[in-house]
């Protein structure tokens, strides 16, 4: 299909669309029967969501529009315009409640599919400036719909300032003064809420909030950043929705969307940092909620503030502001995490899907916040969740994501060094390993990967006699992660991690052919067979892009190409060389290539090759050339840092090599030589002058080899002299 025919479709599908959503329109605005309309607008709502990913080519900049012709972008961009005024006209006009609620979910969907960083500024504060009075309706589902539209809003990929600030954040959450107006509304909206569709202003709930907010900040010396006059009218909303109040009784689907709503402000953290002493005493009391379903989605308030209190403390750490942050976030978990052992501890009261999500809210508290906690409360956190791991008759979904918890804590560098802390959770880790949930072996694998982490880090940093966990418990260890990777794809993900980071672990007592308490040897065979089956026969990209990581960790380990004490210790390169020198050359995936070539850069000696030197040498020559014919173009992005890491392993190769094998490198390299000459020029003028250091080092450390060899032959001297003027970059 060429390109002129393509546009053509693509013209048609947005007339059908344009045309389409006209046509709904007018029957939903139109027509005298109240189902007829809303039926109009469900089936316009499902056409809006299947054009998503259509819909996000849209624009409208009159600065990139040529005066020439309008570019498609930009008829599509009026297109959403049209379809926003009609139903920005049905809100201030319609009068039927189950319509309005029908028109608010329809344009809940249209917001999800609207690119607002691509439209003028004054669009979005237009459409807040309709959906912003039925917040404040007295039906609970136009409440609910309306939330719903500025969720959606919020959580735009790319929330501009204009959203910001179209939601009562000022200069896009900066901290210039805003004084709310009299009304919370503005006074753009008086006329609307005089209505008696609409409650009244809420200052008298917006006072009695601040003083309670007051007496707590007292209670606990906790200070306000920003006074009461600067909050935004909607978090003013929130807070009032899910303030309990004797007098007040707000429906529980307007808690939850509320609970929703601040959920999405959390992820853009900055719209939430000024508040949350205020957010936290809502949350609390929404856990002591008697509905599972708020208490479930303030769970999850919960976590995501936690996450991105954990993320933000990393960003600022050189910031002005570092230690006020850091004494807010503490008071923030102070009052958190006793009610969120409260709830975890409810074993027969508390639903396990909120129990679970506490449990990831204590896993994000973060390194800092986690060293910045008190001796006490560290030792409680850990004490907690050791309890709850290792409660066998606890559902095992809590106990795997406790125990994932834990391992979260084993990479913190406080708790990395403590072994027994690192064996015992290991331990609660492989007694879930082996269960018939699918999840909850997902969730252990990934913990058990963190231990593997965390001792291999312990491993490098000791480098010489470092202390070592139990032969019994690593044996165990890689016996479970042998025997998940035939598990599913979600499993062996983490399970070849594991492997290869313990496999790495071996020592040559291990190893000895006399060690006859456990059959190491035999284990390590199967393993090497498992990894090798997964870069073979699993269909799954990660999966394999996992294991050729994992391959190149063991690599690392020189004990298991075998010496003296642990021989015949090389069958296993025959199926596993073979392995990787097919991925190099014909995986689809770049990724996958890029991480089976850097596994060859660890093997650090050219007797590690054995006889399969030259394969590789000559595989590696096939990927470069290969490398320029892109099959699918989503590899395009990956395509560099193939080629870079393939340059790497010829240079790595160039550098080991004897100076028997120079002219068969020689040989290899003649057919391929324009290929690899240009790659090479690229990769280097591509590459930051550090990282570029082995590839211009190459050629001159062959070249003073070869000067200083005495032992050399003609044929190997011309061979290395061609090898250097092919890699020297003039």
Known sequence: MDIGMSYFLVEQKSAIIGESADNLLYIGQHDPSMRCRCAALQVCAQLLYGSKGF?????????????????????????????????????????????????????????????????????????????????????????????????????????????????????????????????????????????????ESDLSDEEKFKDEIVSIKKKDNVSEHLPMSENSWLIVRLLHNLTYNDNVT?????????????????????????????????????????????????????????????????????????????????????????????????????????????????????????????????????????????????????????????????????????????????????????????????????????????????????????????DDLLYRMIKASTTACGDNDKVRCNAVRTLGNLLRLLTEEHLKMENVQRDWRDLFEKSICKLTDCIRSSSNAKVKWNTCYAIGNIMHNHIIFGNEATTDLSSWQQTLYTALCHVIVNHSNFKVRTNATAALVNISERSHFGSYFEKFWSCILEAIEQSHHLENFHEYNHRDNLQEQLCLALAHFILISYNEDWPMLKRQLSTNIDVVRSTWKRVILRMIPEKAAPLLSCPVILAERSKQSQNISMEQKFAGDFICNALTIE
């Open 55 to 199: 819909l996000h080519q849209a624009e409208i900049n009159i600065k990139r529009c040529p005066s020439t012709f309008i570019p498609f972008s930009v008829s599509l961009g009026h297109t959403i315009v049209a379809i926003y005024r009609a139903f920005t006209a049905m809100l201030s006009t319609e009068n039927s409640l189950p319509v309005l609620t029908q028109a608010l979910k329809c344009l809940a969907v249209l917001v999800q599919a609207t690119p607002f960083q691509k439209f003028d500024k004054a669009f979005v504060q237009n459409l807040v400036k309709h959906v912003k009075p039925l917040i404040y309706h007295r039906d609970a589902a136009i409440q609910v719909s309306s939330l719903m539209v500025l969720e959606f809003l919020i959580s735009s990929t790319d929330t501009c300032i204009e959203i910001a600030e179209a939601l009562g954040f000022p200069g896009g959450t900066s901290k210039r003064s805003m004084t709310i107006p009299p009304n919370p509304l503005g006074e753009e909206d008086l006329d609307i809420i005089d209505d008696e569709e609409f409650v």
């Open 250 to 470: 707000v429906p529980a689907s307007i808690r939850i969307e509320s609970l929703q709503v601040l959920t999405a402000m959390s992820s853009h953290f900055a719209m939430v940092k000024a508040h949350l002493p205020k957010i936290s005493v809502v949350l609390q009391k929404s856990m002591n909620d008697s509905l599972p379903d708020v208490r479930l989605y303030a769970a999850r308030c919960i976590d995501s503030c936690a996450f991105q209190i954990s993320r933000q403390v990393m960003e600022s750490t050189a910031s002005s502001s570092f230690q006020t942050d850091i004494q807010n976030f503490s008071t923030f978990w102070m009052n958190m995490v006793p009610i969120v052992m409260e709830h975890i501890r409810r074993d027969k009261e508390e639903a396990s899907t909120v129990r679970t999500v506490l449990c990831d809210a204590l896993s994000n508290i973060g390194v800092v916040m986690f060293e910045n906690c008190s001796q006490s409360m560290q030792l409680a956190l850990l004490s907690f969740l050791s309890g709850v791991s290792s409660d066998c008759s606890d559902e095992p979904i809590v106990r795997a994501t406790a125990v994932r918890a834990l391992a979260v804590y084993v990479l913190y560098p406080s708790l990395r060094g403590d072994l027994v802390f690192v064996e015992n959770t290991a331990d609660l880790i492989l007694r879930l390993v082996e269960n018939s949930n699918l999840l909850v072996r997902v969730k252990s694998f990934w913990a058990l990967g963190n231990i593997s982490d965390a001792l291999i880090a312990k491993f490098v940093e000791a480098k010489e006699n470092p202390e070592r966990i139990s």
